[in-house]
Each structure stands twice: as structure tokens, then as C-alpha cells.
């Protein structure tokens, strides 16, 4: 079975490329190593990834149609996993543009491709952001999600419109998957866990917003990477229930579905920094904010459809994922404390 999986270079695609590869899989790995953080990163993950003899890799924008449509030609590729997106709440706030030209653009010619090419099936990275407004927790996929708080989190709502159109029209399974959170080794720099940590090593401030009064749904990336490995050869099936009179959010009468990652544990985002203290054995110098702009206080996913399709849930807890990030980090840096 050929994969494609977009976003090879980034954090959760880079993770999952190497556990597709070591149950056997061919992995087509396409990322545009673009610089919104340290492409150093990115290249590292790609030298990982490399000596793989199932693995090759494209470099290009998936907004490049062109480009887009060779690899889909030069290939006969049977799943998706689109993963490539401009990430990131606060970054939407100063450049929005990229976020229509990526998330949106570049979401059309994923699709499109996967209609031309009869693809079994196409996973795609949605978010827990697409929750805004609502505040009733835990969040579950059967909720109405019309109140985005940011462009971001408007993208990815209208992944899942677009995704739902490709279902209904052309009989293509898709999968949403609501990431909650992801943390682990080789994680992002613009995440809280890789800045708190960085700071906390040079005696830097960290920056801890809505005075702390903050509480995420911390999830493991091999968690992460766990779930989507287990809905591989599990396309979306019509919702044989399914009604308009009392139309269910999360699932359809066309082959397509919704599902939330999460760990299912909330952490009070100052119990999360202890735990980075006492790994590190350094106490932050803290640097109390108010509630920045497109965040919203509080995420908590709710996964009984996730643990039902595939008998798993995330599991890792906040000590075990954070000292494992913590001596990924130290070794990646060289860093000795």
C-alpha cells in the first residue's frame, strides 16, 4: 500500500511516516521545508527519514497544482494522509493570507487529486480549535462547531465542509482527525512545551498566558500516531442512521467522519510546567499574561467514537510525555545541565 502523507517533515507527519514505514507501508513523503520555524528541524527529520528504502520524498507547495498533480501521476498512491498546513492560532492573527493559501488552496488540490485518482481514502489533520466558542466540555465531534475564534480555526472548519462536499459528491471516505494538543520529541519550536522549555535551560522568562488560568488536553505524539495508524484501513462509511431532520455534526449519510484526538485528561497549564521544572530541576522565572486573542481557556476531547472504531485512546501521562521531550531535547542540543 502506497501513502501519501503531506507534511512529511513536520512534527506529527514525520513521526507517523516512521511508523507507516516500519509496518511496511511505502511512504510518499511531500513538505515544502517552508521556514515558519527553524528549518534545521525539518531537515534533521528528513535525514531520519531517508535511509528508509520505502520512503521518497517530494519537495513542493501543495498550493503548486502542477506539482501536486506529477506526484499523484508518478505514483499510484491508495491513502492520503494530508497533514501539511500553516499551523499556529496566534501567527493566523498577523499573516491570514498564508492561511487561505495553504489550508484552503492547498486542501482543493489534495482533494481533487483524490477524486481524479480514485484514492481509497484521505485522512486529513483538522483541529481542536474548530471548537471555539463552545465551552460545554468535553468536546465531542456530535457538537455544532460554528463559532471559530480565529482564521485558523476557520481553515480547518472549512477542511471539514470541503472534505464532507468531496464525500457526498463523489463517494470519497474522508477522515477529520481533531488533534488535541500534540506534544512530544521533535515537536515545534512555537509550542508551549519546546519555548518552555528552551527558557527555563537559559534562565529566560516564559511567557504564561491568561495568568495561568489555562487547561489543555496535552496529547502524546505517539498517541497521536498510534490512532491514525489504527484508522488506515478504516475509510469513513455512510452513517446508516444519519438524518436531516437531526443532522449529526460528526458523521453523514456520505462516507465521512470525524474524530477527536485528545488525551481525554485535561492539565492545568501550571501543572504542565511543573513538570518541566522538575525534569529540568529549574524553577521558571514566569511572566504572568492576559488571555491572548483567538485562545480560549479550557480543551478536553471526548474520543468514545475514536476508542470504539479502533479499541484505542490516548494514554501517555503529562510526567512520562514531557521527560521523554525533555531528553530529546538535551540530546538534539547537545545540552548538558
Known amino acids: 500500500m502506497k501513502v501519501l502523507i503531506t507534511g512529511s517533515s513536520g512534527f506529527i507527519g ?6 507507516l514505514l516500519s509496518m511496511g507501508y511505502e511512504v510518499i513523503g511531500f513538505d515544502d521545508m517552508n521556514d515558519y520555524y527553524e528549518t534545521t528541524l525539518k531537515e534533521a ?3 531520519k527519514l531517508k535511509p528508509y528504502k520505502r520512503f521518497t520524498f517530494y519537495r513542493a507547495d501543495l498550493v503548486d497544482r ?3 498533480e506529477s506526484v499523484f501521476q508518478e505514483n499510484q498512491i491508495d491513502i492520503v494522509v494530508n497533514l501539511a498546513a500553516q499551523a499556529g492560532v496566534r501567527y493566523s492573527l498577523e499573516n491570514p493570507y498564508v492561511y487561505i493559501d495553504s ?9 481533487e487529486m483524490c477524486r481524479q485518482h480514485h484514492v481509497k481514502q484521505l485522512i486529513y489533520a483538522s483541529s481542536s480549535s474548530v471548537y471555539g466558542a463552545n465551552t460545554t466540555l468535553p468536546f465531542s465531534v456530535h457538537d455544532t462547531v460554528d463559532h471559530p475564534l480565529s482564521l485558523y480555526a476557520a481553515t480547518k472548519k472549512a477542511n471539514e465542509l470541503m472534505a464532507h462536499t468531496y464525500s457526498s459528491l463523489y463517494n470519497l471516505p474522508t477522515t477529520g482527525l481533531r488533534f488535541f494538543t500534540v506534544y512530544g520529541p521533535w515537536g515545534r519550536p512555537d509550542m508551549a512545551l519546546f519555548k518552555f522549555t528552551k527558557n527555563i535551560i537559559e534562565g529566560q522568562p516564559i511567557d504564561i498566558f491568561n495568568n495561568g488560568k489555562m487547561m489543555r488536553d496535552f496529547t ?4 497521536i500516531v498510534e490512532s491514525i495508524s489504527r484508522l488506515i484501513d478504516k475509510p469513513a462509511e455512510p452513517n446508516p442512521n444519519w438524518s436531516g431532520e437531526n ?6 449519510y456520505a462516507p465521512y467522519k470525524v474524530y477527536n484526538i485528545g488525551n481525554s485528561s485535561p492539565v492545568y497549564l501550571m501543572d504542565f510546567i511543573s513538570a518541566i521544572e522538575e525534569k529540568l530541576g529549574k524553577v521558571a522565572v514566569k511572566n504572568f499574561m492576559p488571555m491572548q486573542e483567538g485562545d480560549v481557556p479550557a480543551t478536553y476531547a471526548n474520543v468514545d467514537d475514536l476508542f470504539q472504531e479502533v479499541g484505542f485512546k490516548p494514554k501517555t501521562s503529562i510526567k512520562d510525555g514531557v521527560d521523554k521531550f525533555v ?3 538535551l540530546e538534539y542540543y547537545q545540552i548538558k545541565l
Open 14 to 19: 514525520f513521526h507517523l511516516s516512521k511508523k
Open 45 to 47: 527529520r528528513l535525514e
Open 66 to 68: 502542477k506539482k501536486v
Open 103 to 111: 489550508n484552503i488552496v492547498g486542501f482543493i488540490n489534495v482533494l
Open 220 to 223: 502524546y505524539v505517539d498517541d
Open 247 to 252: 443532522p449529526d455534526p460528526g458523521t453523514s
Open 327 to 329: 531528553d530529546w531535547y
